[in-house]
């Protein structure tokens, strides 16, 4: 079946440094979504991306769709400890299942 | 802003005993889910849920599972038998399916059920 991997598994960033989570799949994807879980809560959607090379921002996150729809990443300019959390890509959202990610967790420290 | 609500929070089971989760999704919601996650873990797809009918259902989703959406609002998951391996969190989801009459499946989650089984 469908397998989506990400890398790190974890990362320790100190606070206003850079982060940079991939996410690779074994299957082409029409689409892939990207979702942030804080400690203890349940995962909260963040964005959908469609287009091959497509490159969406939000803020301080930058997210990007690979040209062949087999990866993706999420990077964080100048983290924040409110950014603490596991971030998850998921693919593809269609109405009758979404393969989540490994996940990345990242830490931020003051 | 609307929400998915889940009851209970936290649910402790013997082994062997039943159990019924219980979600409300957001009520312009068309397609609802059931996930998994065990501690640490990425969240797993249970099953999915539309027109009254289970849409798709992963490996994990077997014959001791069953959903029902016994009326307009409750959405739920039954687990015959609980084993010691069913201890997760048991998350819910909903997506609205058409925005516009565009196709969209972003998906809202609930607080999630733990459920521990001793």
């Known amino acids: 079946g469908q397998q989506v991997m990400q890398i790190p598994q974890y990362q320790h960033v100190q606070e206003g440094e850079d982060f940079t989570t991939y996410c690779n799949s074994s299957?082409?994807?029409?689409?892939i979504q990207w979702y942030k879980q804080r400690p203890g809560g349940h995962p909260v959607f963040l964005i959908q991306?469609?287009?091959?090379?497509e490159v969406k921002k939000q803020k301080r996150l930058t997210f990007q769709f690979g040209e062949a729809k087999k990866n993706s990443s999420l990077h964080i300019t100048a983290t924040q400890t409110t950014d603490v959390g596991t971030y998850f890509c998921?693919?593809?959202?269609?109405?009758?299942?979404?393969?989540f990610g490994t996940g990345t967790r990242l830490q931020v420290t003051l | 802003e609307p929400e998915v609500t889940q009851t209970p929070s936290h649910q402790v089971t013997q082994m062997g005993q039943e159990v019924i989760l219980r979600c409300v999704p957001i009520?312009?919601?068309?397609?609802f889910y059931w996930y998994r996650q065990i501690l640490g873990q990425k969240v797993e797809f249970l099953v999915s849920?539309?027109?009254?009918?289970?849409?798709?259902k992963s490996e994990i989703f077997d014959d001791q599972f069953s959903v029902e959406r016994p009326d307009g609002s409750n959405f739920t998951l039954k687990i015959r038998s609980t084993k010691l391996e069913d201890s997760a969190m048991y998350f819910c989801?909903?997506?609205?399916?058409?925005?516009?009459?565009?196709?969209?499946?972003?998906?809202?989650f609930g607080p999630g059920t733990r459920l521990t089984v001793t």
């Open positions: 998921a693919g593809p959202g269609t109405a009758s299942k979404l393969t």
């Open positions: 989801a909903s997506s609205v399916g058409l925005a516009g009459g565009v196709p969209s499946y972003e998906q809202y």
């Open positions: 849920f539309y027109n009254n009918e289970i849409s798709e």
């Open positions: 009520s312009n919601h068309l397609y």
């Open positions: 299957t082409t994807l029409s689409n």
């Open positions: 991306l469609v287009k091959s090379g």
